[in-house]
């Protein structure tokens, strides 16, 4: 894997005029995206302590970066910061899902009423370009390109609304339940990730007639069944750990990592 680390210049301005100043930006932003995917996608279960040996490894980095990039997940939700001891995945019980996916409910629900009444042509013409490239994505089974569109046009439309306040409170609540938004397309019930490939064809339509009640409730019915799905895929592997353990030893259970869909 490339490392991320430039290399050292002792000039002021870097190749092609950026300064030291926007690369180190760069860089930051670098890791931070791969280390919050890394997250995102179950590589490190739930609970479980952040390994940064191997993720300085991963990534090329120091600690130092690596820390930093750990602080702004924090402030996310995405991990938890141990005082003297690093840092660990949050896990959520199935009552902070429920609580997450409502609020994040009602504020998609609210963000797509006041889109339709502000939303321009040339930004619903952006937001169905993203939602054919993630058509793409889903039809190649390519997951983490598929999700990474999918939370774009979810965030487009919030822009949309034209609130300030209400953007700002989306992105805090936003961070906490990336990961179980992401692994809810893997629930096993039911064929979670085709349902909201279809949900968002609705979406798009309401959309694009600027439908504002109606809009308000499909993304609303459309992260409740999220919420579903996430809870299913979380007693899955429930079920899972309980059953690995059972095997190898009654007291006790094995963790393992989610398998990526690419």
Known sequence: MKPLIPHDTDSTTLAGGTSPGREDQ???????????DHIVEGNIPDGSRVPERQLCEMLGISRTPLREALKVLASEGLVELLPNRGARVRQLS???????????????ALAGRLACENITDTEIAEIERLHYEMYGFYLNRDMHGYFRVNQLIHHKIVEASRNTTLRNTYANFAGRIRRVRYSANFARKRERWGEAMREHETILDALRRRAGSELS???????????????EHLKDGVAVEAGQGAAHEPSSFEFKTETKTK
């Open 26 to 36: 760069s860089l930051h932003d670098e890791i931070l995206t791969r280390l919050r």
């Open 94 to 108: 199935e009552h902070d899902l429920a609580e997450l996916f409502d609020v994040m409910g009602g504020l998609e």
């Open 217 to 231: 409730d499909i993304l609303f019915i459309h992260l409740r069944n999220k919420r579903t799905a996430a809870v």
